[in-house]
């Protein structure tokens, strides 16, 4: 049986990601909480009077700095709270919308980020809209028989959680989702349409744990499969309550 296995969300986009057991998915919107925020870096055009979804280029990433794929997250969803934790910063909490806050976050972050790009600035938000790498609110999906495939071809084990997918999910061939963009699917009480594969970057070559580059993902893609892609970006067409363990059904 297909089912969902892990849910993810980031709620900072490339600066830490939290485990969830449920959420409820609206139509036409990102997870929840995840990519509510993000890090403009000092050479981002994020207009902070006229706030809108910008595209990734604008903001501090995992695929320039390494180190922030190590960032984890605990959201205190009652009162807005992040908690932030990393191997090499001391534990950090924040309101992301008390500037006073957002100032102490860029402090703690900026040691994470390469001197040799542009560094984090602000912490930058647009009422209602996520900031996901999609210029559509997206939800991404990783198909664990693809992680599988490319585990093999590097010849050792890596996390999933490089890809920083929100959905995790079992009982599929590997790249069975590759042929998915335009249909629908059904995850428990939830429909989503597949709009297209997710070209992957030099995120995917850090390690969760440590935010060290140590393995070559994007090379594995393409000489084992001739892409460079893993996992899909999907649209929320029938919102509802989504589980670890919820059935997933292919529709059309």
Known sequence: MAQVREIWRHPIKSHGRERVEQVTLTEGAALPWDRRWAVAHDQSRFDPELPGW?????????AQSAALQA???????????????H?????????????????????????????????PARLVRAPDVAMTDSDYPSISLINMASHAAVEAQL???????????????????????????????????????????????MAT??????????????KALNDGFG???????????????????????VLN
């Open 54 to 62: 910008q595209p990734c280029r604008e903001f501090t990433r995992c």
């Open 71 to 85: 960032i984890q997250t605990q959201t205190d969803e009652a009162d807005g709270r992040l908690t932030l934790t």
């Open 87 to 119: 191997p090499d910063r001391p534990a950090l909490s924040i309101d992301p919308d008390d500037p006073a806050d957002a100032l102490r976050f860029i402090d703690w972050a900026r040691p994470l980020s390469n001197p040799d790009r542009a560094l």
């Open 155 to 201: 010849g050792h084990a890596i996390s999933p959680l490089r890809w920083r997918g929100n959905i995790l999910f079992d009982g599929f061939a590997p790249w069975a989702e590759m042929s998915w963009p335009g249909k629908r699917l059904r995850l428990g009480a939830v429909e989503i349409e597949v709009v297209e594969p997710i070209r992957r970057c």
């Open 205 to 218: 070559t850090a390690n969760p744990e440590t935010g060290v580059r140590d393995a070559d993902t994007l």
């Open 227 to 249: 892409h460079q892609d893993c996992g899909v970006y999907a649209r929320v067409i029938r919102g509802g309550p989504l589980a670890q363990g919820d059935e997933i059904e």
